[in-house]
């Protein structure tokens, strides 16, 4: 089986590669290195069946593989707002170039989308038939409305063309190899209570997230792409267990042995105030659930962080 991955070498690609050389496949990397970094991906460099290129998925790319995962897009805020229009490009022109491919080599394909289709959900929790709550015209548009028409393309192309689409909707997923400065929350935390700096909390605090462990998430793609033939989806794949950020703050400050204090600053524009994933459909049609509790794997994470920041802590 030839694989290709696009945005395989970052946070969540770079364990996809990893896990799918392991299981026997051809892995082609595919990145631009935006977000992500070949340090991610340099110790699979030599293996013989894995192969990184680099590419921009705006442009057009021929290339003979039997399966798509297609992960390419910044995810976290700061990176997705750094350059919005490119942000947009790379989810509606990126995804039309992925489609093209997999329709004129017969390839499977699913994206990786997002929990943030739901916008600031009016339903709760989100379950894959609710249409979302996003401001079309706010500062996180580029990456929603993006993943929104990015699903779009995805049933098109699998009604008009019949091309084999699968389509995930990740919610918030944290681990080892996140970037140092990835600017998400689990990173931000960990890192400032390594360094004993504040823990930033955007509003109150009391908005919540539900975080999944990347083994568990990338366990859910792997399912996903091997599913039924037929089961398109959208499928939500996150841990349903609910936290506060101010319940995330303490447990980072927890784990790091820590005195950092919480600094309060302004809520972030159309920040959502709840999220939590129904994952019934998951479980029903991939038969997969999440199995690593948040203290356990933010106790793996922090330890990441730590060898990241060496001793000094820097
Ligand atoms: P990431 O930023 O670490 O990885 C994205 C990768 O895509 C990076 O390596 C980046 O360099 C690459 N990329 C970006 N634009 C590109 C382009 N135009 N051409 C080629 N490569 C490009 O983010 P991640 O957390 O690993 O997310 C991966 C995918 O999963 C994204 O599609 C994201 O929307 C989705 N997702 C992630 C989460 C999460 O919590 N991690 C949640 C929901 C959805
Ligand atoms: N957040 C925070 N401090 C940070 C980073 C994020 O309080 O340093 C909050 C943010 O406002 C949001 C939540 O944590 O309510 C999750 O933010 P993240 O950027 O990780 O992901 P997303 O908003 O895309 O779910």
């Known amino acids: 089986m030839r694989t290709l991955v696009t945005g395989g070498a970052g946070f969540l690609g770079s364990h996809l590669c990893e896990r799918l050389l392991k299981d026997g496949h051809e892995v082609i990397c595919l990145d631009n290195f935006f977000s992500g970094t070949r340090a991610n ?3 699979l460099i030599g293996n013989r069946n894995f192969e990184l290129v680099r ?4 442009e057009p790319i021929l290339l003979e593989v039997d399966r798509i995962f ?3 897009c910044p995810a976290s805020p700061v990176h997705y707002q750094y350059n919005p229009v490119k942000t947009i490009k790379t ?4 995804t039309i170039n992925m489609l093209g491919l997999a329709k004129r080599v017969h390839a499977r394909i699913l994206l990786s989308s997002t929990s943030e289709v739901y916008g600031d959900p009016e339903q ?4 894959e038939s609710y249409w979302g709550h996003v401001n079309p015209i706010g500062v996180r548009s580029c990456y929603d409305e993006g993943k929104r028409v990015a699903e779009c393309l995805m049933m098109d192309y699998h009604r008009q063309n019949n091309v084999d689409t699968k389509i995930v909707r990740i919610f918030n997923t944290y681990g080892p190899r996140m970037a140092i400065n990835d600017g998400r929350v689990v ?10 700096e504040d823990l930033p909390i955007f509003g109150d605090g009391k908005q919540t997230r539900s975080f999944a462990y990347v083994d568990d998430i990338i366990d859910a793609l792997v399912c996903m792409m091997e599913s039924r033939d037929g089961f398109a989806g959208p499928v939500n794949i996150g841990n349903p267990d609910e936290f506060t950020i101010l319940q995330l703050a303490s447990l980072a400050i927890e784990f790091a042995g820590s005195s950092s204090k919480l600094v309060f600053h302004p809520a972030r524009s159309d920040d959502p105030v709840r999220r939590r994933p129904d994952i019934s459909l998951a479980h029903r049609e991939l038969n997969w659930e999440p199995h690593t509790p948040l203290h356990e794997g933010l106790k793996i994470t922090m330890d990441h962080f730590r060898r990241e920041l060496g001793p000094r802590g820097t």
Not at 55 to 58: E, F, G, L, M
Not at 91 to 94: A, F, H, N, R, T
Not at 187 to 194: E, G, R
């Open 187 to 196: 990173s931000n935390f960990c890192v400032a209570a390594l360094k004993g």
């Open 55 to 58: 590419h921009d998925i705006v």
């Open 124 to 127: 709760h929790p989100q379950t």
């Open 41 to 43: 991906v340099s110790h």
């Open 91 to 94: 989810s509606v022109m990126g």
């Open 70 to 72: 297609h992960l390419a």
